[in-house]
T-cell receptor, first 118, second 115 residues
Framework: AQTVTQSQPEMSVQEAETVTLSCTYD???????LFWYKQPPSRQMILVIR??????QNATENRFSVNFQKAAKSFSLKISDSQLGDTAMYFC???????????????FGKGTKLSVKP | DGGITQSPKYLFRKEGQNVTLSCEQN?????MYWYRQDPGQGLRLIYY???????QKGDIAEGYSVSREKKESFPLTVTSAQKNPTAFYLC??????????????FGEGSRLTVL
């Protein structure tokens, strides 16, 4: 069975600074997706960034980037130039990619609560 | 607008009562999911369905039931057998055979409180 571990229950960062959230996962699969989801106080889950395991290049979305280390099973999220609106719970998630291209189920870590301070 | 609609947003239930949470999507997605969220626990999968009239148990299915009579609808019933139903419930969907996207789309959630 796959597991996802986020070892930082809470973090804080000053506005405009950079912060890195950690995530490790355990799987015997070779073909999968990794995600970071954001859940602001409104509770709506929003996709931040996605990484496909077969791609060696780290994904980037504006101020958000990942450091994907497949051998180490590590998938950290870096937020640059932090903004007050980045304050939220951040969840790391794993999804097995089934044969034929369909998806398995999304498995979540327990989350990291990020506070951006003015 | 396309999306996932969950209702009600807030629901109160007396012990011993069954309640049903609604989830409707107009994204033409194949697969739908129900997750439960508790503080410090992350999201845990209750049930999922990849096709009409078929669904599978997730990690914490006991005390819950679902149906998938239509592609766009996946209601969740919290039965009186669920010992600790107070939680935040999230519905999600995905196209399933998306050619590699893998993303789940979420509704805004339903907060259930047992009095």
């Amino acid at each position: 069975a796959q597991t996802v571990t986020q070892s930082q229950p809470e973090m804080s960062v000053q506005e405009a600074e950079t912060v890195t959230l950690s995530c490790t996962y355990d799987t015997s699969e070779n073909n999968y997706y990794l995600f970071w989801y954001k859940q602001p106080p409104s509770r709506q889950m929003i996709l931040v960034i996605r990484q496909e395991a077969y791609k060696q290049q780290n994904a980037t979305e504006n101020r958000f980037s990942v450091n994907f280390q497949k051998a180490a099973k590590s998938f950290s999220l870096k937020i640059s130039d932090s903004q007050l609106g980045d304050t939220a719970m951040y969840f790391c998630a794993f999804m097995k990619r089934n044969y034929g291209g369909s998806q398995g189920n999304l498995i979540f870590g327990k989350g990291t609560k990020l506070s951006v301070k003015p | 607008d396309g999306g996932i609609t969950q209702s009600p947003k807030y629901l109160f239930r007396k012990e011993g009562q069954n309640v049903t949470l609604s989830c409707e999507q107009n994204l033409n997605h194949d697969a739908m999911y129900w997750y439960r969220q508790d503080p410090g626990q992350g999201l845990r999968l209750i049930y999922y369905s990849q096709i009409v009239n078929d669904f599978q148990k997730g990690d914490i299915a006991e005390g819950y039931s679902v149906s998938r009579e239509k592609k766009e609808s996946f209601p969740l019933t919290v039965t009186s057998a669920q010992k600790n139903p107070t939680a935040f419930y999230l519905c999600a969907s995905t196209p399933l055979h998306s050619g590699g996207a893998g993303e789940l789309f979420f509704g805004e959630g339903s907060r259930l409180t047992v009095l």
